[in-house]
Nanobody
Framework: QVQLVESGGGSVQAGGSLRLSCASS????????MGWFRQAPGKEREGVAV??????VTSYSDSVKGRFTISRDNAKNTLQMNSLKPEDTAMYYC??????????????????????WGQGTQVTVSS
């Protein structure tokens, strides 16, 4: 059974940094995409960053490119968030889905393509 457990998050002032982690189980030996999505109140869920766990290829939304970095170490996925802005405030979710190889960025950042989800962790950035 697949399980995704997030940790990290919290409150920080604009310009600060936070690190989110996601521990996965149930995917051992299988190729999969793992990513982070966020949802602010009244807004749709949006893809932030994704990593192909086989090839290590990463993809980012334009809004976080250059500020956020996704990485993976064994079954743990980390999202390092630097230069945080108030507009980064949202509930952040770890997600995963079976698969690997080239995909359009729009596909990778589409939450509808992800099968498994964590519970979410809140990130709040104050100005």
């Amino acid at each position: 059974q697949v399980q995704l457990v997030e940790s990290g998050g919290g409150s920080v002032q604009a310009g600060g940094s936070l690190r989110l982690s996601c521990a996965s189980s149930g995917y051992a030996g299988s190729p999969y995409f793992m990513g982070w999505f966020r949802q602010a109140p009244g807004k749709e869920r949006e893809g932030v960053a994704v990593i192909d766990t086989v090839y290590g290829v990463t993809s980012y939304s334009d809004s976080v490119k250059g500020r956020f970095t996704i990485s993976r170490d064994n079954a743990k996925n980390t999202l390092q968030m630097n230069s945080l802005k108030p507009e980064d405030t949202a509930m952040y979710y770890c997600a995963a889905t079976p698969g690997s190889g080239p995909r359009p960025v729009a596909w990778l950042l589409n939450s509808n393509n992800y099968r498994d989800w964590g519970q979410g962790t809140q990130v709040t950035v104050s100005s």
